[in-house]
């Protein structure tokens, strides 16, 4: 199954990238399809297997390409955890991650107000926090999904 854009969803790309003087290609748009259509946080690897269902002779290179692109414009958000490829995820809102040690999915934690407020408590005086990345290891107890 392949995710098209809802028309919210279309405006914040075709916004984003004009903000930068771009346009939305069918090589962004469907990265970023494939982005939103299930986020599990995928690899550049992943995307470019998903996005290949649509676009048979995208090349890795096109889709670094697009992901910095998706990225610059604030549309994803880069996920670095330990020396593991990099990932992507479209949540924009503040939140941590926690990667599961035995399966190796990751998933969004929610932080509300006070959470966010009790971190940055933590930097020293003079200190601005403009984002953050935070993010747990372990093991979940029961399989998910």
């Known amino acids: 199954m392949v995710y098209k854009l809802n028309t919210q969803d279309k405006e914040d790309l075709n916004s984003a990238l004009k903000r930068k003087g771009l346009r939305p290609t069918k090589q962004r748009t469907s990265v970023y399809e494939v ?14 297997l998903r996005v290949r269902r649509v676009l048979p002779t995208i090349s890795l290179a096109t889709v670094y390409n697009c992901l910095e692109t ?23 809102t503040p939140h941590a ?6 399966t190796g999915e990751i998933f969004d ?32 107890h029961e399989p998910h999904r």
Do not use: W, Y
């Open 35 to 48: 982005i939103l259509g299930k986020k599990d946080h995928p690899t550049a690897d992943e995307i470019l």
């Open 70 to 92: 998706l990225v610059d414009c604030d549309l994803v958000r880069q996920v670095n955890l330990d020396r593991a490829p990099t990932r992507f995820c479209p949540n924009l």
């Open 97 to 102: 991650h926690f990667k599961c040690s035995r």
């Open 109 to 140: 934690l929610a932080m509300d107000a006070q959470t966010i407020a009790n971190l940055k408590s933590i930097l020293p005086e003079g200190f601005l926090a403009e984002n953050f990345d935070l993010s747990f290891v372990g093991s979940t």
